[in-house]
């Protein structure tokens, strides 16, 4: 079955301010946090994770999708979206600046790989990543995604 990511999505903010990577990414994990998704745990977790290993998660020129591994402080799988204001630096070597951020939190390693397919089939489009980059507010984003999503039928 087709994912409708305007469905996956605990949370969207828009035009939000980050002066780092860090302060992204917590805009992301505070969204899951507030979409009942993860507990705040999850989201030093994500910044641990990319301390550790690097600007892996900016997966596509301007988008970083934000994850840690399942744990304990994920509560159900969902998404978050956080669309900068201004886009900062991850220090990926060819996809920063990043000016969208996903947060993602799954139950386990394999629950995720129909979201980041549904993502990757969005975000691929350039007509698609154009409106998405100029969407003002959360409701245009939803709207967006749910009119772009494919049929169930």
Do not use: C
């Not at 304990?72 to 204001?85: Q, R, T």
């Not at 993602?104 to 691929?124: F, M, Y």
């Amino acid at each position: 079955m087709a994912i409708n990511l305007a469905e996956e999505l605990s949370s969207i903010t828009t035009n939000a301010t980050a002066s780092d990577w860090r302060e992204a990414i917590r805009h992301a994990g505070d969204g899951l946090v507030a979409g009942g998704v993860t507990t705040e745990a999850y989201t030093d977790q994500m910044i641990a994770a990319v301390e550790e290993h690097g600007p892996y998660i900016v997966i596509a020129p301007g988008v970083a999708l934000a994850h840690a591994r399942p744990s304990e402080s994920v509560k159900k799988g969902g998404l978050s979206w956080v669309s900068l204001a201004s886009p900062v630096e991850f220090g990926h070597k060819s996809n920063d600046p990043v000016s969208l951020v996903i947060g993602l939190a799954a139950l386990d390693h394999t629950a995720h790989i129909e979201v980041l397919r549904a993502v990757a089939g969005i975000l691929s489009d350039p007509a698609a990543r154009r409106r998405l980059d100029a969407a003002e507010s959360a409701d245009d984003v939803r709207s967006f995604l749910a009119d772009a999503a494919p049929s169930n039928k």
